[in-house]
């Protein structure tokens, strides 16, 4: 193995280690001294991250390939991890958002009130070193093994909260699907590993004729932890559940390790069938389009949030989807704009939608509640926060000059060129076209929604009066995140250079070459000339307001004022009413279940409307289907007699029928 | 050699027989005692081309754990419990014996058919091992008292030793050791769990564990 790989490598693997060492210390230490155990906590995770980034990127510069292998004791286990451009792209935003999400929870999680801040930076930082194995792993047996711990420990994440029912209620939601997204991930590995002999990534090897199954056993098992519809229900409900620096992590990265499997799948299996892209564009959209409609129709900040990651995993899927469709129909442009951009989305949406997170946890902590009803007026109080999440939502709305638009303008650029060139296959183009503006439009909407709701008009609560900026351990990581939208989005040119080998991987550096020459004026510098001289054209037009606004007074007056002589909060645009006119058109989706008593007669007295909208997946296929068959299962309670030598005697049964069947010849 | 291994191997059976048709509480640990005593000796006949020392640190220490420490234990938790000293089958005596004459038939049968890597000390090892297993699986599950669970465990120990001293050259006595070792830890938690269970609720019938379960009345 070149010097290049082996460097970061070990790198890689101390950070693992000193992720894994400050953790358990921290909480060791926390049964006496709370600071030390924040300290601890907080400097193993920020050290780790800023090593593990610097390692990932220097491996992605320098197109490090190797693998390193111990032996290890579990059968068909070997310890064998390995560094290549796939790697290093994906662990480049899980140590960014984990370090910096870090440093926000301590700010966050303060004061402790005597309980042990160890609980917290225990998983916290076992949940950043398992992400990191699950995208170092050249092993099924220890993928599975990262994969596991990974779900775990997000698990005790997500009910670090656990006094309300609601969170724990969460977490066995969480805990539950993401159990039987493993299940199918198992099926996968074995059937890979017994047509290959081994466990080994390198000796994989695929039955004739079943890529499409095993891909089709990745999407699903994959699928569940990415969130992609109809397999997200749990997303929903543990991310608003979590504390808001794990729900970023969670979001950012942690769901992304879902798409890495499935393009790590792709790697492993060669050629898929078709369909396999089609299904995997199909879903795209359809995530898409689904996740920005609920996320239109929530008034939890955060629930929100959740519900715009599967719109953004559905973009991701669409990227994805296009670049198998451009392999499949042969055009080298279509599958390398596909790929770069899905691959680009993902470090994009780790990036806002970590920022957002952040935000909402700051308004969550500031107001003491998730409601965006209940806000209002914050950005004159929270002005850092405000700024923050304004460029957060912008960068998620796709608007240039910020990150967001990078990634979907790449999938643009493909879907325009497979539309233009492929022949029979110009429907997939069309199909991501129309999905991508839909996304795009009602993306605006949610999020100008959001925002004007929240930070804008004025304060809806008592609660929303009395808050205060939140304190700089907060501040600093999402204000480092909001610049990195606007870096990213002008540098988009040398991001995608830097991560060309990774695309390479996918689908061979001469199609990378097609795609970059079919685009010369969007990969080279040219995409952050252009970035800048949109920032110029605002720079100028904002110079020129002044200008004429130069010799006239200018009056400030209340916000949402129309007129009145004595405007009151509940007159602004409530989040439900602002978003009516789409969510209605959508009442065939959404379901919104409402409650309405409109006003009667001349002088109306009493009014009221209340709509809530629950998952439409988890209400008429989850529910139905878990209340079927716990109804069916219930029938073997009888099994279950609570007398051990019962259970015992089945083990026997079992046994002697297994000793039977084994000398059965 | 091989004759001292038959007579062992005999003894194994004929105790566990007696086991199975045992009623009296007291009866049993001694000849569980007795049954740990006389299996100590088979590694020393059975090793082989094996090392020595290992063999007697191993037939010594299994000896010594089976027959006395185990032993005093369950009589220490049968004096403070107060338990009656009767075995209360959930099937009764003559019946076990049946089934037990069966259980060896079969494991004779099974015995012969099972493909082992080398040739046995004895022909009847892994019979009396595999027979040794099914009668403790069974007292474990046909009687009451937690205390006969415990003799049960210790019991399929006893089958499962025999059965390793047939594999003693592939399986490593290590192995040994370590199923060793968790028989103990097992008998040790249960010796304390039997004495807080009557202590608690007044009485040491496992069954009555049932109030436990999901979804009891």
Same mark, same amino acid.
């Given at each position: 193995?070149?010097?290049?790989?082996?460097?970061?490598?070990?790198?890689?693997?101390?950070?693992?280690?000193?992720?894994?060492?400050?953790?358990?210390?921290?909480?060791?230490?926390?049964?006496?001294?709370?600071?030390?155990?924040?300290?601890?906590?907080?400097?193993?995770?920020?050290?780790?991250?800023?090593?593990?980034?610097?390692?990932?990127?220097?491996?992605?510069?320098?197109?490090?390939?190797?693998?390193?292998?111990?032996?290890?004791?579990?059968?068909?286990?070997?310890?064998?991890?390995?560094?290549?451009?796939?790697?290093?792209?994906?662990?480049?935003?899980?140590?960014?958002?984990?370090?910096?999400?870090?440093?926000?929870?301590?700010?966050?999680?303060?004061?402790?009130?005597?309980?042990?801040?160890?609980?917290?930076?225990?998983?916290?930082?076992?949940?950043?070193?398992?992400?990191?194995?699950?995208?170092?792993?050249?092993?099924?047996?220890?993928?599975?093994?990262?994969?596991?711990?990974?779900?775990?420990?997000?698990?005790?994440?997500?009910?670090?909260?656990?006094?309300?029912?609601?969170?724990?209620?969460?977490?066995?939601?969480?805990?539950?699907?993401?159990?039987?997204?493993?299940?199918?991930?198992?099926?996968?590995?074995?059937?890979?590993?017994?047509?290959?002999?081994?466990?080994?990534?390198?000796?994989?090897?695929?039955?004739?004729?079943?890529?499409?199954?095993?891909?089709?056993?990745?999407?699903?098992?994959?699928?569940?932890?990415?969130?992609?519809?109809?397999?997200?229900?749990?997303?929903?409900?543990?991310?608003?559940?979590?504390?808001?620096?794990?729900?970023?992590?969670?979001?950012?990265?942690?769901?992304?390790?879902?798409?890495?499997?499935?393009?790590?799948?792709?790697?492993?299996?060669?050629?898929?069938?078709?369909?396999?892209?089609?299904?995997?564009?199909?879903? /795209? %959209?359809? @995530?898409?389009?689904? #996740?920005? =409609?609920? &996320? !239109?129709?929530?008034?939890? +900040?955060?629930?929100? $949030? *959740?519900?715009?990651?599967?719109?953004?995993?559905?973009?991701?899927?669409?990227?994805?989807?296009?670049?198998?469709?451009?392999?499949?129909?042969?055009?080298?442009?279509?599958?390398?704009?596909?790929?770069?951009?899905?691959?680009?989305?993902?470090?994009?949406?780790?990036?806002?939608?970590?920022?957002?997170?952040?935000?909402?946890?700051?308004?969550?902590?500031?107001?003491?509640?998730?409601?965006?009803?209940?806000?209002?007026?914050?950005?004159?109080?929270?002005?850092?926060?405000?700024?923050?999440?304004?460029?957060?939502?912008?960068?998620?709305?796709?608007?240039?000059?910020?990150?967001?638009?990078?990634?979907?303008?790449?999938?643009?650029?493909?879907?325009?060129?497979?539309?233009? /060139? %492929?022949? @029979?296959?110009?429907? #997939?183009? =069309?199909? &991501? !076209?129309?999905?991508?503006? +839909?996304?795009?439009? $009602? *993306?605006?909407?949610?999020?100008?929604?959001?925002?004007?709701?929240?930070?804008?008009?004025?304060?809806?609560?008592?609660?929303?009066?009395?808050?205060?900026?939140?304190?700089?351990?907060?501040?600093?990581?999402?204000?480092?995140?909001?610049?990195?939208?606007?870096?990213?989005?002008?540098?988009?040119?040398?991001?995608?250079?830097?991560?060309?080998?990774?695309?390479?991987?996918?689908?061979?550096?001469?199609?990378?070459?097609?795609?970059?020459?079919?685009?010369?004026?969007?990969?080279?510098?040219?995409?952050?000339?252009?970035?800048?001289?949109?920032?110029?054209?605002?720079?100028?037009?904002?110079?020129?307001?002044?200008?004429?606004?130069?010799?006239?007074?200018?009056?400030?007056?209340?916000?949402?004022?129309?007129?009145?002589?004595?405007?009151? &909060?509940?007159?602004?645009?409530?989040?439900?009413?602002?978003?009516?006119?789409?969510?209605?058109?959508?009442?065939?989706?959404?379901?919104?279940?409402?409650?309405?008593?409109?006003?009667?007669?001349?002088?109306?007295?009493?009014?009221?409307?209340?709509?809530?909208?629950?998952?439409?997946?988890?209400?008429?296929?989850?529910?139905?289907?878990?209340?079927?068959?716990?109804?069916?299962?219930?029938?073997?309670?009888?099994?279950?007699?609570?007398?051990?030598?019962?259970?015992?005697?089945?083990?026997?049964?079992?046994?002697?029928?297994?000793?039977?069947?084994?000398?059965?010849? | 050699?091989?004759?001292?291994?038959?007579?062992?191997?005999?003894?194994?059976?004929?105790?566990?027989?007696?086991?199975?048709?045992?009623?009296?509480?007291?009866?049993?640990?001694?000849?569980?005692?007795?049954?740990?005593?006389?299996?100590?000796?088979?590694?020393?006949?059975?090793?082989?081309?094996?090392?020595?020392?290992?063999?007697?640190?191993?037939?010594?220490?299994?000896?010594?754990?089976?027959?006395?420490?185990?032993?005093?234990?369950?009589?220490?938790?049968?004096?403070?419990?107060?338990?009656?000293?009767?075995?209360?089958?959930?099937?009764?005596?003559?019946?076990?014996?049946?089934?037990?004459?069966?259980?060896?038939?079969?494991?004779?049968?099974?015995?012969?058919?099972?493909?082992?890597?080398?040739?046995?000390?004895?022909?009847?090892?892994?019979?009396?091992?595999?027979?040794?297993?099914?009668?403790?699986?069974?007292?474990?599950?046909?009687?009451?008292?937690?205390?006969?669970?415990?003799?049960?465990?210790?019991?399929?120990?006893?089958?499962?030793?025999?059965?390793?001293?047939?594999?003693?050259?592939?399986?490593?006595?290590?192995?040994?050791?370590?199923?060793?070792?968790?028989?103990?830890?097992?008998?040790?938690?249960?010796?304390?769990?039997?004495?807080?269970?009557?202590?608690?609720?007044?009485?040491?019938?496992?069954?009555?564990?049932?109030?436990?379960?999901?979804?009891?009345?």
């Amino acid at each position: 193995m070149p010097p290049s790989a082996s460097i970061p490598l070990f790198v890689l693997l101390g950070a693992l280690g000193l992720l894994a060492a400050s953790g358990v210390a921290s909480a060791w230490i926390g049964r006496w001294s709370e600071r030390g155990s924040v300290w601890l906590g907080v400097s193993g995770s920020a050290g780790a991250c800023l090593a593990g980034l610097g390692a990932a990127l220097a491996a992605l510069a320098f197109r490090a390939e190797g693998t390193l292998s111990f032996p290890w004791s579990l059968p068909y286990g070997a310890f064998s991890v390995g560094i290549d451009p796939l790697s290093a792209f994906f662990l480049i935003p899980t140590f960014l958002l984990s370090g910096l999400a870090a440093a926000y929870a301590v700010g966050y999680f303060r004061p402790w009130n005597g309980r042990n801040p160890g609980r917290f930076w225990l998983f916290y930082n076992a949940l950043v070193a398992s992400m990191a194995l699950v995208a170092l792993a050249r092993n099924g047996v220890l993928f599975l093994v990262a994969w596991e711990a990974m779900s775990l420990v997000s698990f005790f994440l997500v009910v670090h909260d656990d006094a309300g029912a609601g969170v724990r209620e969460a977490g066995w939601i969480y805990l539950v699907a993401t159990h039987i997204g493993t299940a199918f991930l198992l099926a996968l590995f074995i059937l890979l590993g017994r047509a290959g002999g081994s466990q080994d990534f390198a000796a994989y090897a695929v039955p004739a004729g079943s890529a499409g199954g095993l891909f089709a056993l990745a999407l699903v098992g994959f699928g569940t932890k990415a969130g992609l519809v109809p397999f997200h229900v749990w997303l929903p409900e543990a991310h608003p559940a979590a504390p808001s620096p794990v729900s970023a992590v969670m979001s950012g990265v942690m769901i992304k390790t879902g798409i890495y499997g499935i393009v790590r799948t792709l790697v492993l299996l060669g050629a898929v069938p078709g369909w396999c892209a089609w299904l995997m564009l199909g879903m /795209g %959209a359809v @995530s898409g389009v689904f #996740g920005v =409609l609920f &996320a !239109l129709a929530q008034r939890d +900040l955060k629930r929100l $949030l *959740a519900y715009s990651s599967i719109e953004n995993v559905g973009l991701v899927a669409m990227g994805i989807g296009l670049g198998m469709l451009g392999v499949h129909h042969g055009l080298p442009a279509v599958a390398a704009l596909g790929f770069a951009g899905g691959l680009l989305h993902v470090l994009n949406h780790a990036v806002f939608k970590g920022l957002l997170f952040l935000g909402a946890g700051s308004v969550a902590h500031a107001t003491g509640t998730r409601n965006v009803e209940r806000m209002g007026g914050l950005l004159r109080r929270m002005p850092w926060t405000g700024a923050a999440f304004v460029a957060g939502s912008v960068a998620i709305c796709g608007l240039p000059p910020f990150n967001g638009f990078t990634g979907e303008f790449l999938i643009y650029v493909g879907s325009f060129k497979m539309l233009l /060139g %492929a022949g @029979s296959a110009a429907l #997939g183009g =069309l199909l &991501a !076209l129309v999905a991508l503006a +839909l996304i795009g439009g $009602l *993306a605006a909407a949610c999020f100008t929604r959001a925002f004007g709701i929240a930070f804008l008009g004025e304060p809806r609560s008592s609660a929303a009066e009395q808050v205060h900026e939140a304190p700089l351990s907060m501040r600093g990581p999402m204000l480092v995140l909001a610049a990195l939208c606007l870096a990213i989005g002008l540098g988009a040119g040398g991001v995608v250079r830097l991560m060309e080998p990774a695309v390479a991987m996918l689908v061979g550096s001469a199609a990378v070459d097609a795609g970059r020459n079919s685009a010369p004026w969007l990969f080279p510098i040219a995409c952050g000339a252009v970035m800048l001289l949109l920032l110029a054209l605002i720079g100028s037009l904002a110079l020129l307001r002044r200008r004429l606004l130069a010799g006239r007074s200018v009056r400030r007056a209340v916000t949402w004022d129309c007129g009145y002589a004595a405007p009151a &909060a509940s007159m602004q645009y409530t989040a439900t009413g602002f978003a009516q006119p789409l969510t209605q058109a959508a009442a065939a989706l959404l379901r919104p279940e409402i409650e309405s008593r409109p006003p009667e007669g001349i002088f109306p007295a009493a009014a009221s409307f209340h709509a809530e909208t629950p998952d439409a997946a988890r209400e008429r296929l989850f529910d139905p289907l878990f209340r079927g068959a716990a109804k069916w299962l219930g029938r073997l309670r009888w099994l279950q007699q609570g007398r051990v030598h019962w259970y015992i005697l089945y083990l026997v049964v079992v046994l002697a029928v297994l000793l039977a069947w084994a000398l059965r010849s | 050699m091989g004759n001292a291994i038959d007579i062992l191997l005999v003894l194994l059976v004929l105790t566990d027989l007696v086991l199975l048709g045992s009623s009296r509480l007291r009866n049993a640990i001694r000849i569980v005692a007795l049954q740990g005593l006389a299996l100590g000796l088979l590694p020393l006949l059975a090793h082989g081309r094996g090392r020595l020392w290992p063999a007697i640190l191993l037939g010594a220490g299994s000896a010594v754990l089976k027959g006395f420490v185990f032993p005093a234990l369950l009589r220490r938790a049968l004096r403070e419990t107060r338990a009656s000293r009767e075995i209360e089958p959930f099937v009764g005596y003559i019946a076990s014996l049946l089934l037990g004459v069966g259980a060896l038939a079969l494991s004779f049968g099974f015995g012969a058919r099972l493909p082992l890597p080398w040739a046995a000390p004895s022909p009847w090892m892994v019979p009396a091992g595999l027979f040794s297993v099914w009668t403790g699986l069974f007292l474990i599950v046909a009687r009451r008292k937690a205390i006969t669970q415990v003799l049960g465990y210790v019991v399929m120990e006893n089958g499962i030793f025999a059965l390793g001293m047939v594999l003693v050259e592939a399986m490593p006595l290590l192995v040994e050791l370590g199923v060793l070792l968790d028989i103990f830890v097992a008998v040790f938690v249960m010796g304390i769990i039997v004495f807080h269970i009557n202590r608690e609720f007044d009485h040491i019938d496992s069954d009555q564990l049932e109030a436990l379960r999901e979804g009891a009345p």
